[in-house]
């Protein structure tokens, strides 16, 4: 009669025993549910940007992760952002007045030197047109007056020039900035010109000559500069040949056309106007 009992026991126990287990199952669940919906209605909820042009670059780009410099390149901000600093000193539409000395540097038989005269107008940043004067003097070096006095060797051959007027078109690709000892930042152009004029020569004719150069201007403020400039000159002059015996006399003389440049080295002080008024 017990064992009957103790099994009937034992039975219902089975048959019971799924059933609690499964409701604990469900409220265990619910109530993690409601514990993961809590958290995630506090917490803050993350802005996009799906509208924005770095959000169209990366959207769907999983596989361009930045794991080095060179992926820099590639990031929206470096493509939408671009900085150009414009020139220091405005010259669209101005005219400049340049005054300065000069000194050519390549002949070895006369020191010439004297005083340069500029006149431009500016069309753009990069090109303009320009009129020039050098007025010049020339003495004959040390070594010439030896060469003539012991050796007898004539410098009447050679030519020089006395005086250049000529136009010339000037191009400015380039503009960037220095430093000065570290305590001042100076602004600059590079130009490149180039034109036809004439030269007065010590033959005393007027020849044809080619004129071409490149230099320097370096902004002080936005009307006055200095600048510096090498530019050199080609031209053809008719000298006269004497013809001398075995003694030395002179026995004739004959004309002959020959080719000279001039390589000189010009320094002085730029103004710019009228006032700028559009930077």
């Known amino acids: 009669m017990l064992n009957k009992k103790l099994f009937a026991f034992l039975l219902i126990s089975a048959m019971l025993t799924p059933g609690l287990s499964k409701a604990q199952d469900m409220g265990g669940g619910d109530d993690v549910d409601s514990i993961e919906s809590e958290v995630n209605r506090s917490a803050p909820k993350r802005q ?68 340069v005269l500029k006149a431009g107008y500016f069309l753009n940043e990069s090109w303009g047109v320009e009129l020039n004067y050098f007025g010049l003097t020339t003495a004959q070096r040390e070594s010439t007056r030896e060469l003539e006095s012991n050796n007898g060797v004539s410098t009447e051959s050679l030519a020089y020039p006395k005086s250049y007027i000529g136009a010339d078109i000037m191009w400015s690709p380039i503009y960037g900035k220095m430093t000065w000892f570290n305590n001042r930042i100076i602004p600059f152009d590079l ?7 004439m030269t007065e020569t010590s033959t005393g004719e007027s020849s044809g000559t080619i004129h071409v150069a490149a230099g320097q201007i370096f902004s002080l403020t936005k009307s006055v500069a200095f600048r510096w400039d090498f530019s050199w000159n080609f031209y053809n002059a008719n000298v006269t040949i004497k013809e001398k015996d075995g003694s030395g006399n002179v026995i004739g003389s004959h004309k002959s056309n020959n080719s000279f440049n001039n390589l000189f080295l010009t320094v002085g002080v730029s103004w710019f106007f009228p006032e700028a008024t559009y930077r």
């Open 48 to 115: 996009t940007i799906e509208n924005s042009a770095a959000a169209k670059n990366y959207a769907g780009d999983d596989e361009k992760n930045v794991t080095d410099f060179k992926g820099l390149a590639n990031l929206a901000p470096f493509q939408e952002i671009s900085i150009i600093q414009k020139r220091f000193m405005p010259k669209t539409g101005r005219f400049e007045l340049f005054g300065g000395g000069t000194i050519v540097t390549n002949d070895p038989f006369f020191n010439t030197m004297g005083g």
């Open 191 to 197: 130009y490149f010109s180039g034109g036809y004029g």
